[in-house]
């Protein structure tokens, strides 16, 4: 098999892993009750307080210390959060400084609500982690995502909501 051969099927390959990961993600995706973001006031780890509250993009994203694939996509939220508003909820993964520990071994200075029994994830209708909600300026529903998302995924998800 010749060089162009094989590049030609291995992004053939790719395009069709993008398209099946979209329509399966599109298919769990939660149903939410409402599309605009809830405002109001959280506590953050450490307790700092965070109000959420439309007026620029934001990122919400529900994860727990206990799975593996939202073990794998927190860097990409990191590199996210560097430069846009992201708001993380950790669910049922124990107590304040369990995630505190999970987050310095891990190298990860994002926002986290300690969601310890699972409200908001409820709230959300989130049964599945990771999972992903943008939401634009306005405070809108534009994106979800259910399962691994790249860095490159997110950041252009968020531009195009800017």
């Given at each position: 098999m010749n060089g162009k051969k094989l590049l030609k099927?291995?992004?053939?390959?790719?395009?069709?892993?993008?398209?099946?990961?979209?329509?399966?993600?599109?298919?769990?995706?939660?149903?939410?009750?409402?599309?605009?973001?809830?405002e109001r006031t959280v506590?953050?780890?450490?307790?700092?307080?965070?109000?959420l509250k439309p007026g620029k993009p934001v990122v919400i994203h529900f994860w727990a210390t206990w799975c593996r694939?939202?073990?794998l996509e927190a860097p990409n939220?990191?590199?996210?959060?560097?430069?846009?508003?992201?708001?993380?909820?950790?669910?049922?993964?124990g107590s304040a400084e369990d995630?505190?520990?999970y987050m310095k071994k891990y190298k990860l200075?994002?926002?986290?609500l300690n969601d310890h029994d699972g409200s908001?994830?409820?709230?959300?209708?989130v049964t599945v982690f990771p999972t992903t909600f943008i939401y634009d300026s306005s405070g809108e529903l534009r994106f979800s995502e259910v399962g691994y998302?790249?860095?490159?995924?997110?950041?252009?998800?968020?531009?195009?909501?800017?």
């Open positions: 099927e291995l992004l053939a390959g790719a395009v069709i892993i993008f398209i099946l990961s979209n329509i399966i993600s599109w298919i769990r995706q939660p149903k939410l009750d409402s599309t605009h973001l809830p506590t953050l780890l450490g307790g700092s307080t965070y109000r694939v939202c073990k939220i990191q590199r996210l959060s560097r430069k846009y508003e992201v708001l993380t909820m950790a669910v049922d993964s995630i505190q520990n200075h994002f926002k986290v908001w994830a409820k709230r959300f209708n998302t790249t860095t490159a995924g997110l950041l252009a998800r968020m531009k195009l909501v800017e």
